[in-house]
């Protein structure tokens, strides 16, 4: 059974929005979040999200991002505004139980046991 299923990928425009989803199947983490890879390019930390609502972002999506966490339905969503070329990548659910400073230190992320399928994100110029 897929434990992270993911949703919400699809192609869109420069300058356009997406908004990607992620429900946990079998149980709640206390942080959640999203990474992300491009074609030959190394994985990168988006945002994540701890239990308390505490976030952390990525530089690179600082200001066009937004997480966010229905706690009751164990999906994290996250918003992706501004879209440009560089944002396309497979987009990666992640999950696991880390504390807060862990958690939201997306520059220096913590190691996830749960991860996603992956959802596409397309942007054309």
């Known amino acids: 059974q897929v434990e992270l299923v993911e949703s919400g990928g699809g192609s869109v425009q420069a300058g356009g929005s997406l908004r990607l989803s992620c429900s946990a199947s079998?149980?709640?983490?206390?942080?959640m979040g999203w990474f992300r890879q491009a074609p030959g390019k190394e994985r990168e930390g988006v945002a994540t999200?701890?239990?308390?609502?505490?976030?952390g972002y990525g530089d690179s999506v600082m200001g066009r991002a937004t997480i966010s966490k229905d706690n009751a339905k164990k999906t994290v969503y996250l918003q992706l505004d501004s879209l440009t070329p560089e944002d396309t990548a497979m987009y990666y659910c992640?999950?696991?139980?880390?504390?807060?400073?862990?958690?939201?230190?997306?520059?220096?992320?913590?190691?996830?046991?749960?991860w996603g399928q992956g959802t596409q994100v397309t942007v054309s110029s």
């Open positions: 992640v999950a696991d139980n880390w504390w807060a400073t862990v958690c939201t230190t997306v520059a220096a992320p913590p190691t996830f046991d749960h």
């Open positions: 079998r149980r709640d983490y206390s942080c």
């Open positions: 999200i701890d239990g308390d609502g505490k976030t």
